[in-house]
């Protein structure tokens, strides 16, 4: 919606072709100009071969050209609790989330390499690709190995002139989060429960700027900011003062906040064996 706004032309990618068909109704509406075009595909990014023939119908249909910005968005979260979980639900994640974004990095890197294209790609993780967390073991080594791609890929497409940004929200008040929501233990519920959640569209948006201010991590609230400058390794900073602030206030806030949410895993398992034993 917001790319559309900008007068771009647009593709969007998902598997469900009903909900696409609605999705992108609804984002002509905000076409600026009549020669733009708006159109989807159905493809499961998870496929390398689904991806690759999803990106060249998106090339063909926007005569012949190779996309300049790609949003690799598609994932999905399935929590639950470690031991209860069965170990396929490991693959499918990582299948979905981490290699669904490798397939589709990949192959626009490679063609707007070979076609000279100095473009974008932008990554979606989550502050869980900072932080783990109960009932989330299946999600958030996707997420890190996320971050993990983008750090090569930052370095490694600067030889292209291919420009990567990854981006780290909490939690978005999405279908998926309430599909999320209907399996997630009630213990991650209550660590969970003091993020109030932002809406799609306000997270569209701080991501979009944080693109314009040429940022390569990108958070769009506080949890995000302190996580981003704690733990950003060799990633490039966005601002140096406010970077140093954040960071020494994750110093601070984050040891104790490890302490409480340790405390109260282990009063939530002293309550089910309580439970259990009477
Ligand atoms: N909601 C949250 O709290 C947070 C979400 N995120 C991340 O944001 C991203 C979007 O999540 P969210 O909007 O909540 O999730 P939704 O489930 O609401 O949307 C996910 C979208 O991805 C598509 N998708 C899923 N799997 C595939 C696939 N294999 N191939 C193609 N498309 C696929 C879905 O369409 P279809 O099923 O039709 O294919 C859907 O359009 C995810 O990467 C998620 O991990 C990060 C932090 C917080
Ligand atoms: C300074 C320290 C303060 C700490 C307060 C911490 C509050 C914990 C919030 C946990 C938020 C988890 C968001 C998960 C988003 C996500 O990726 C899933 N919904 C999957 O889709």
């Not at 979009?208 to 950003?232: H, Q, T, V």
């Amino acid at each position: 919606m917001l790319l559309v706004k900008r007068g771009a032309n647009v593709t969007i990618v998902a598997r469900n072709e009903t909900k696409l068909k609605e999705a992108a109704e609804e984002i002509r509406a905000f076409q600026v100009s009549r020669d733009q075009k708006v159109i989807y595909i159905s493809a499961d990014c998870a496929s390398p071969s689904g991806t690759k023939e999803a990106i060249k119908k998106a090339s063909d249909e926007h005569n012949g050209q190779i996309p300049y910005h790609v949003f690799l968005c598609a994932g999905q979260s399935l929590p639950g609790m470690f031991i209860e979980q069965d170990p396929s639900v490991f693959e499918r994640n990582m299948n979905i989330n981490y290699l669904g974004s490798v397939y589709t990095a990949h192959e626009s890197a490679r063609l707007m390499a070979e076609n000279g294209v100095h473009g974008s790609i932008t990554f979606v993780s989550s502050v869980l690709g900072f932080f783990g967390l109960v009932g989330y073991s299946q999600y958030v080594p996707t997420k890190y190995a996320i971050r993990g791609l983008a750090d090569s890929l930052r370095n490694e497409l600067k030889a292209y002139g291919i420009n990567v940004h990854c981006y780290f929200p909490a939690t978005i008040l999405t279908p998926g989060y309430d599909e999320e929501n209907k399996t997630k233990p009630n213990i991650t519920k209550e660590i969970e429960g003091t993020d109030e959640g932002q809406t799609p569209e306000v997270c569209a948006q701080k991501m979009l700027d944080g693109l314009d201010r040429g940022e390569y991590f990108i958070a769009s609230d506080p949890l995000g900011w302190i996580f981003r400058s704690s733990c950003s390794g060799l990633a490039p900073g966005n601002n140096i003062i406010s970077d140093t602030i954040l960071s020494l206030v994750g110093w601070v806030a984050l040891p104790i906040w490890r302490t409480y949410a340790d405390y109260l895993v282990k009063a939530s398992s002293k309550q089910n064996n309580k439970t259990k034993t009477h």
